[in-house]
């Protein structure tokens, strides 16, 4: 049976700078999307490719001092070897000075003329060539872009327009009739509105400074960059002439940047299409930016502020350790964890890191770990078969509705949600594991004959969920979680996972695991120091402090700190040097175990989460503890915590904490302490 297409793209990528972690999302995001579809039995063909027509392209070579065409020829080979070294897995990467993408963009605009689209006219307006966009008047302000804040220039030119104002009710009747084909929902209303506003037809073409695609039978003039940059995504396929281009065309899904969403995907890319009786794509998606607050809430599009992929990759590999391939996954991951997709996030480095101390060296890490580990040291490292229900637990449940979630968030383009779903499953886990404590029902089996077959039921729900994480975060760390299958004994196979391996029970028994070596060993010292920081670019070479200082700076210090503590923060992190106290002082502090019942954000507190907790059979308190930035609220429940019982209650947002959480502050982030194994609620401690 053929398998059906799944064609996506990215945004072609200007080459007037390198790539950086803004772009990378976009590519990353495709390549876990492609990647996803190829488990669950698509034909996945990624294309991404470099935009080289552009005006700022001939102007930044200019400022270089080098021919365009070697000076992008040289760019466009740093965005493959980028592509490359994050394991970007593309069937295609187009350029637009490539002959069939002018072929294609010289006939697209010629059929144009043929079915009377296209008419010459003088326009006088507008144009940012930093944002390659024509602006009317009452777009701009004091020479500067409204919208976008870029820098304009007055053009009066002879151009040829594209009647795009006659696609305004079609354009809209399409929408309504797919409603698929604009995401997420909030940006299809942005789009909604632009074209109410009123649609103008558009200027496609630019007098010929020498630089772009000749309009067909007229060399005094260049296709406009947008216009000639659409096209690369029906070039590729063929188009016009290859006979098999409408076998791929039309993709199911372009991805991009909200700020080349509405004007262009959305409504140009479009109506071009239905001009020429082209299938529309399938989907058109827009994700939101990087921003940092308090740099104006937008980081630029040169790589200002962000890391590029290889410099990201250099810090990871220096921090924790790592080789470059592990570096790369672990980037993968933490920029789609980090993004909250179809929203702007703030970067910071600082969380990047957290990110992976946290989720990839201590949550995934420990289960592997452990699991392992235990499997060596009480059955002989062999995976047990699928075990007699001696044990009757929500493991595989929980693995199955992970799996449903995870699919879901993916078909809806949300990675960061698809991946918190596989992190519940393994902090479930890890969770399960104190709770069993199979080291005690280890030492059990020689006084007790139904001890083993507990024991292996707990050892393999735990290799089995590590197994079935391991599949579903396949798309998103391919080179990692080939070594995790392997240190689960599962011999590297040269086709990726599909979706039956997430089935339970896929473990087989009788498997040899492998020496579990930690492949995300812990960052020891989270904090940037000056040169890193230097490294990432966030501080330029000559900003640094003069020798002799060796302060470490961390990122939060900056601009682009995220970091806003709140009260329930400050208690948490407060590290300064306090006076000694006596014995008597401590004994007032009353300690108790308690655990949490139910957990919830607070709507407007994005730090704060609302706990339950029981001290006891009689003793049930709110609390508010300021861990929201590090914890979900349903990993929560059934948790043990360590309560400040006796705490003068203390009203924030309206809601009366009566106690306090501890926690430890690691570089800023609280980890909550709890009892070595599980205590009975209520318990002090000493
Ligand atoms: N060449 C056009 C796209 C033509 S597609 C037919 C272009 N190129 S770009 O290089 O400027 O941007 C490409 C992508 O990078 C966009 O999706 C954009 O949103 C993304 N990013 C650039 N800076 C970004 C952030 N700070 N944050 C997230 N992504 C951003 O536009």
Redesign the pocket.
């Known amino acids: 049976m053929t398998k059906p297409n799944y064609y996506i793209t ?5 080459v007037n700078g390198l790539p ?4 990378a ?2 590519t990353i995001t495709c390549d876990v999307l492609a990647r996803y579809h190829r488990m669950i039995g698509f034909n996945s063909w990624l294309l991404t490719g470099t ?1 080289e027509n ?1 005006t700022k392209v001939q102007e930044a070579a200019a400022k270089a001092g080098m021919p365009p065409t070697s000076f992008v020829d040289g760019l466009a080979s740093e965005f493959r070897s980028a592509w490359n070294s994050l394991h970007i897995d593309y069937d295609d990467f187009i350029r637009t000075s490539e002959p069939r993408h002018i072929l294609a963009c010289q006939r697209f605009f010629q059929e144009l003329v043929d079915r009377g689209y296209v008419y010459l006219d003088s326009y006088e307006g507008w144009y940012s060539v930093s944002d ?1 966009t024509f602006y009317l008047d009452d777009k701009v302000k004091d020479g500067f872009a409204i919208e976008t804040g870029k820098p304009v220039i007055r053009v009066t030119e002879q151009n040829y327009f594209f009647k795009l104002s006659a696609f305004s009710d079609r354009l809209l009747k399409y929408y309504e009739d797919h409603p698929e084909f604009l995401k997420p929902d909030q940006r299809k209303n942005e789009v909604i509105g632009f074209i109410k506003e009123g649609l103008r037809d558009m200027c496609i073409t630019r007098t010929n400074k020498g630089w772009g695609i000749e309009v067909p039978g007229d060399s005094t003039r260049v296709i406009y960059v ?1 216009f000639d ?2 096209i ?2 029906l070039a590729a396929t063929g188009w016009p002439d290859a006979p098999d281009w409408s076998e791929r065309w039309p993709a199911a899904l372009h ?6 969403f509405v004007r ?2 959305a409504t140009l890319w479009p109506a071009m299409l239905m001009a020429l009786d082209l299938p529309l794509p399938g989907q058109v998606y827009a ?5 940092a607050r308090g740099l104006q809430g ?4 040169s790589t200002g502020g ?1 890391p590029t992929p290889a410099q990201f990759n250099h810090l990871l590999m220096k921090k924790a350790g790592i080789d470059a391939d592990t570096a790369a996954d672990a980037q993968r991951y933490i920029l789609c964890r980090e993004m909250n997709f179809g929203h702007d996030t703030d ?1 910071t480095m600082d969380n990047c890191l957290r990110r992976y101390n946290t989720d990839l060296a201590n949550d995934l890490g420990n289960l592997l770990n452990r699991s392992i580990n235990m499997l060596g040291k009480f059955l002989d490292g062999i995976v047990p078969g699928v075990p007699l229900a001696a044990e009757n637990t929500d493991i595989p449940a929980l693995a199955e509705v992970v799996c449903v979630e995870y699919a879901a968030a993916m078909e809806d383009i949300r990675p960061n949600q698809a991946l918190e779903a596989v992190w519940r499953l393994v902090s479930r886990l890890n969770k399960y594991v104190d709770e069993s404590a199979p080291w005690s029902v280890a030492k059990r089996r020689e006084s007790d004959p139904t001890a083993d077959a507990v024991l292996q039921t707990i050892l393999y729900n735990c290799l089995e969920s590590a197994r079935i994480a391991t599949v579903l975060i396949q798309p998103f760390m391919p080179h990692a979680s080939i070594k995790m299958l392997a240190q689960l004994g599962i011999i590297p196979s040269d086709q990726p996972p599909t979706w039956t391996d997430t089935e339970w029970g896929g473990l087989q028994g009788g498997t040899r695991t492998q020496p579990p070596l930690p492949i995300f060993p812990r960052i020891q010292d989270l904090a940037l120091t000056e040169d890193d920081q230097v490294a990432i670019g966030l501080v330029a070479e000559e900003q640094k402090t003069p020798k002799g200082d060796t302060k470490p700076v961390s990122q939060e210090v900056t601009a682009s700190s995220n970091i806003d503590k709140g009260p329930a923060d400050a208690e948490l992190n407060s590290t300064a040097a306090e006076p000694l106290i006596t014995i008597d002082d401590l004994m007032k502090v009353q300690l108790r175990v308690g655990e949490v019942l139910a957990a919830e954000p607070i709507p407007g507190a994005s730090k704060l989460l609302r706990l339950t907790v029981q001290l006891g059979d009689d003793d049930t308190r709110t609390i508010l503890a300021g861990i929201a930035e590090y914890y979900d609220a349903e990993t929560l429940p059934g948790r043990q915590v360590i309560v400040v019982a006796n705490l003068q209650p203390r009203k924030m947002r309206g809601i009366e904490s009566q106690g306090m959480l501890l926690a430890a502050d690691i570089d800023g982030k609280a980890v909550l302490l709890q009892p070595d194994s599980p205590v009975a609620p209520g318990a002090k401690v000493r």
């Open positions: 990215t945004p072609i990528y200007y950086h972690a803004g772009s999302l976009t935009d552009a390659e947008w940059a659409l690369n995504y991805v991009m940047g909200k700020e080349i262009f995907h994700h939101g930016w990087w921003t937008k980081l630029g599009k962000l970067f």
